[in-house]
C-alpha cells in the first residue's frame, strides 16, 4: 500500500490553496527540506477529521496492528488526546477516580469537563521518592465509596517507567462498566518485541500514546486508541475536532503514518535496541555511586527503556551538568535523580557514551546531595477541586502560606505532575519541596510566581 509521504512526493498539481509558501522550497531556502510535503486537505489526501480515504486506511491500519477498535491520529501531541478523551466521557459534577500523579494535561481535562476528581495515592518508594504503581485494590476500593464515578484514569507508564496493573485496574472498573483511560504517552513502545505489554491489549478502553516520545516519529506526534463498547468512538471523534486543530500538518501526519507502518514491520528495531540496552546495563553494574534504577517491589513492572539515575555523592543538578559537560543532553533533571530516555533511534554507540560518562561520574566521592523528599500536598482534601477553582483567590508570600488551601496548580515540567492542585492544603511538606526544586535550579510553573502561591482568599 502506498504510504502518505510517498503520495505527497508526487504531487505535481499548481497550488491554488493554501499554505503560503506553495511548496516553493527554492524560493524559500529555509523551507527546502519539506515545503513540497506541506499541503492541506487537498483532493485526495483525506481531511483527519473527516476521515474517508487514505488517512482513514492508515488509522484503520494502526487500530489493527495494535488491537484496537478505533485509532485516531493526533498531532497536537498526547496532550489533545487526554482533553478529547476526559472531555467524551465525563460531564458537568462527574466524578472521576483518578491517579494523583498524573500529567497536568489530565487535571485541565477535568476542570474543562467540569468533573469532580477523587484521587487513588499511589505509594512513595522510600528508597527512590519517586510513585510507586497504581494498586487496583485501591481503585476498586475508590469505585466501592464512590459507584457513580463515570472515569477511570491513570497513567501507566510514568515519566520515570514505572508500570501500574492496567489488567488488574480495568477488571476492577469493568465491574461497574466504568471506562478506563490510560495515559500510555512514555509507553508507544510498549508491546512491541522485549518490551512489556500495552495498556490497549490489557483492557485500557481509551489508551493515548506519544510516538514522538520513543518511537521514530516527528516531535507533537502520537495517537489516540478507543477499544470496547464502554466510550463512544464518535464522541471521542467529535472532541478531537474540538481540541485539535482543524489544520493538521500533513508532514507530522506521514510522520505517524511511516512510524506506524515502519515498527509495526520491522521487529529488527525493538530486538537491537533491548541488546543495546543489555550492553549499557551490564556496562553498569558495577558503579558504587550511582545507582541505576531496574525497579522494586513496589513497581508492578518497569520500562527498562527508561534509564533513571541515582546518584549518591551529588544532586541530579549536578550530574545533569557533569553529562552535559560530556556532551550527553538528559531528558529530566529531578532534585535527586536524572532521566535518560532512550528510543528506537539508540544504538550501542549513543549508550555506550552515557555508560562511560555514568563510570566517569562515579568517581566523583564529593558529598552534596539534596534531600530527595517527595510530597503529596495532603490526601484529604481540604476542599473540593471544582470549590477552589471557583473561590476568591489571592497571591500570598510561600512562607506564609503553611496551612492555606490552594487556588491552583503548581508543578516542574518535566514530569508535569502537580505539587499540589486546587483543593488540597499547602503543607510544610510542599512547601520544603518548592524550595528544594528552587535550590536545584528546577523551574516552577502553574501558579506560583516568584515568592508567591495562589491560595484561597
Avoid at 51 to 60: E, H
Avoid at 102 to 127: M, T, W
Avoid at 261 to 278: A, C, H
Avoid at 297 to 322: H, T
Wanted: hydrophobic share 35%; aromatic share 8%.
Amino acid at each position: 500500500m502506498e504510504t502518505l509521504l510517498e503520495k505527497l512526493k508526487r504531487i505535481n498539481k499548481i497550488p491554488m490553496h493554501m499554505p503560503g509558501h506553495k511548496r516553493n522550497g527554492k524560493k524559500f531556502p529555509y523551507l527546502k527540506d519539506f515545503a513540497d510535503i506541506d499541503i492541506t486537505e487537498i483532493d485526495g489526501f483525506d481531511n483527519l477529521h473527516n476521515a474517508s480515504g487514505i488517512l482513514k486506511n492508515s488509522m484503520g491500519n494502526a487500530a489493527k496492528y495494535r488491537g484496537a477498535d478505533a485509532a485516531f491520529y493526533l498531532v497536537n501531541g498526547t496532550t489533545c488526546g487526554i482533553l478529547a478523551a476526559v472531555c467524551a466521557v465525563l460531564k458537568e459534577n462527574d466524578k472521576v477516580i483518578v491517579a494523583r500523579n498524573c500529567h497536568k494535561s489530565v487535571y485541565n481535562g477535568i476542570e474543562l469537563a467540569g468533573a469532580e476528581p477523587v484521587f487513588v495515592y499511589p505509594e512513595i518508594s522510600d528508597r527512590y521518592g519517586i510513585s510507586r504503581s497504581v494498586n487496583p485494590c485501591d481503585v476498586a476500593s475508590k469505585i466501592e465509596e464512590n459507584p457513580d464515578a463515570k472515569l477511570v484514569i491513570v497513567t501507566s507508564p510514568t515519566y520515570e517507567g514505572v508500570i501500574s496493573d492496567i489488567e488488574g485496574i480495568c477488571r476492577e472498573a469493568h465491574k461497574r462498566n466504568i471506562p478506563v483511560l490510560v495515559d500510555a504517552a512514555h509507553g508507544a513502545h510498549l508491546g512491541f518485541c522485549g518490551f512489556c505489554e500495552s495498556a490497549v491489549s490489557l483492557g485500557a478502553d481509551i489508551c493515548v500514546e506519544s510516538l514522538h516520545k520513543t518511537l521514530p516519529s516527528l516531535t507533537q506526534t502520537a495517537v489516540c486508541y478507543v477499544s470496547g463498547n464502554l466510550v463512544k468512538k464518535d464522541k471521542v471523534s467529535e472532541k478531537l475536532s474540538v481540541f485539535e486543530t482543524s489544520s493538521p500538518s500533513y508532514i507530522l501526519l506521514s510522520s505517524i503514518d511511516g512510524c506506524i507502518k515502519t515498527v509495526n514491520e520491522n521487529d529488527d528495531i525493538f530486538k537491537n535496541w533491548n541488546k543495546s540496552l543489555d550492553f549499557f546495563y551490564d556496562k553498569v553494574k558495577p558503579l558504587k555511586n550511582i545507582e541505576v534504577l531496574k525497579g522494586e517491589s513496589g513497581f508492578f513492572g518497569f520500562d527498562r527503556s527508561k534509564i533513571v539515575i541515582f546518584p549518591k555523592n551529588q544532586s541530579g543538578a549536578e550530574l545533569a551538568k557533569m553529562l552535559r559537560s560530556e556532551n550527553i543532553e538528559p531528558e529530566m533533571t529531578a532534585s535527586g535523580y536524572v532521566i535518560c530516555m532512550t528510543g528506537a533511534g539508540d544504538t550501542k554507540k549513543s549508550l555506550t557514551r552515557l555508560a562511560n560518562a555514568l563510570c566517569k561520574a562515579d568517581k566523583i566521592e564529593k558529598v552534596s546531595i539534596k534531600p530527595r523528599n517527595f510530597a503529596w500536598c495532603g490526601k484529604n482534601g481540604a476542599t473540593s477541586f471544582r470549590k477552589a477553582l471557583k473561590s476568591d483567590n489571592i497571591f500570598c508570600k510561600t512562607e506564609e502560606a503553611e496551612g492555606r488551601i490552594s487556588a491552583g496548580y503548581v508543578w516542574a515540567y518535566p514530569p508535569g505532575v502537580p505539587v499540589i492542585v486546587p483543593g488540597e492544603m499547602i503543607s510544610r511538606k510542599v512547601l520544603e519541596k518548592l524550595h528544594e526544586y528552587k535550590e536545584n535550579g528546577i523551574e516552577l510553573g502553574g501558579n506560583i510566581k516568584d515568592n508567591e502561591i495562589l491560595v484561597i482568599k
